[in-house]
């Protein structure tokens, strides 16, 4: 640990099972390592990624130039507490779904809808992940992350953060500037339960589950996960390669007067509705289309796999070929949820 290594293959490190050599790479465990880094003005400039679980990234070059940081921080805490809520604190290193197994063995409630999710805590808010009606914005209390130029730590609140639907200012405006340390999450005392998104309730009723808890909450998302989403660990993958679109609702109505069975969501922007990208790709004959060494998944056509040997270019290529598909039978851009390095 904190040691670097030179010339390292990150194939282990990301879930689509892409080799990439990192030119550099560091692993870190503590605040310390990464504060030397940053104040070292040489490696400070060569710092060109920081890698969590590796589970939203694409690489697309055969190397990764420059310093990778490998992101070991570990460590939970309860911070504090009000009447209805446990403040809890977690190191950005942390596995996302061993976090929320401890919460829930803790009877903490609010983020058992975010079951299985892999990659690490510290990138939670970088999307601000989301799953079956729940955000991460939604239990977010306030993060810490050290900024990279001026080696500070700074505080961001759900404000500061700019969440939106797989968004926030971590992506946009701060992108490359920040290295989040620790997030601090508001869990309930008490659960509310969020049983209304897609089968979850029909998954319930199968298990027999009369009485509702957290757990039986998070096992219904687990099983319904993995009846449809490939295991990277057997198949790699980043789940959803691209987002699901918002379109102006005068468009959605016209295609689904085309398009009847077409699933149509409330949107957050204005006058505009969003469309299950996974549908449209289905509708274009490509759920389950392969080229050599990748294709779209025959379960959920919104994620692209790697059967074994695929280069990042030519999954970045069969990416472009859904768009285009897309594009021309329904005159939708589909924007791509994975970052592409
Ligand atoms: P990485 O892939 O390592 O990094 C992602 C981005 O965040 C990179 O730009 C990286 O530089 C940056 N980053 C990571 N950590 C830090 C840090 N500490 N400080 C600064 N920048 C950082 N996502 C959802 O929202 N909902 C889902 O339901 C969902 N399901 C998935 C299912 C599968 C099978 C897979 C493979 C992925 C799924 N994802 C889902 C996507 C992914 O798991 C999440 O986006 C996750 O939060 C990524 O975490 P990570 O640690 O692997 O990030
Ligand atoms: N659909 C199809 N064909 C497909 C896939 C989906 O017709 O191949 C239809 C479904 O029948 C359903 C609709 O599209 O009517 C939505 O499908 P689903 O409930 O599977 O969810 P999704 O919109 O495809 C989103 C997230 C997932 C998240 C699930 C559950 C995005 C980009 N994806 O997928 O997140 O787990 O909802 O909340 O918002 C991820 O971000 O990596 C991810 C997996």
């Known amino acids: 640990m904190n040691q670097l ?9 990301n879930t689509f099972n892409i080799e990439c050599v990192a030119e550099e790479l560091l692993s ?7 504060q030397n880094v940053c104040a070292d003005n040489a490696l400070r400039k060569r710092i060109s990624l ?12 055969p190397n990764q130039q420059g310093l990778t940081l490998r992101n070991c921080l570990k460590g939970i805490e309860k911070v ?3 009447v209805d809520h446990y403040y809890i604190k977690a190191a950005s290193g942390e596995g996302w779904n061993d976090f929320v197994h401890y919460c829930i063995t803790q009877g903490w409630a609010g983020i058992e809808n975010l079951s ?7 990138a939670s808010p970088m999307q601000n992940i989301g799953a079956y009606g729940v955000e991460i914005k939604d239990v977010f209390h306030e993060l810490e992350a050290l900024h990279i130029h001026t080696n500070e730590v700074h505080r961001f609140t759900v404000k500061d953060c700019e969440f939106g639907y797989r968004e926030s200012v971590f992506k946009r405006r701060l992108k490359g500037e920040y290295i989040i340390i620790s997030v601090t999450y508001r869990l309930a005392k008490k659960a509310s339960f969020h049983t209304s998104y897609g089968a979850i309730q029909q998954e319930l009723d199968k298990m027999g589950i009369s009485e509702l ?7 219904a998302v687990i099983n319904i996960r993995q009846s449809k989403l490939p295991n990277p660990k057997e198949l790699g993958n980043a789940g959803s390669f691209f987002k699901n679109p918002s379109i102006p609702s005068a468009q959605a109505d016209d295609l689904l007067r ?5 699933p149509q969501y409330p949107s957050t922007e204005n006058n505009a509705k969003k469309v299950a990208a996974g549908w449209l790709i289905e509708q274009c004959g490509l759920k389950g289309h392969r080229e050599e060494n990748c294709g779209v998944h025959h379960m959920q056509a919104l994620v692209l796999v ?4 695929a280069t990042g270019a030519e999954v970045f290529a069969l990416s472009q070929k859904v768009i285009d598909a897309v594009h021309q039978k329904f005159g939708i851009l589909l924007e791509r949820e994975v970052n592409i390095l």
Do not use: H, W
């Open 5 to 13: 290594l030179t010339n390292q293959s990150l194939k282990p490190y």
């Open 28 to 34: 870190f465990n503590q605040l310390d390592c990464i």
């Open 50 to 61: 920081i890698l969590g679980g590796g589970s939203n990234i694409l690489f697309t070059k």
């Open 80 to 82: 504090g507490e009000d």
């Open 116 to 122: 299985l999710i892999p990659g690490c805590v510290g």
């Open 213 to 219: 808890s957290i757990r039986a909450v998070a096992d």
């Open 258 to 262: 085309q398009f009847p069975t077409m």
């Open 306 to 309: 790697n059967y074994g040997n």
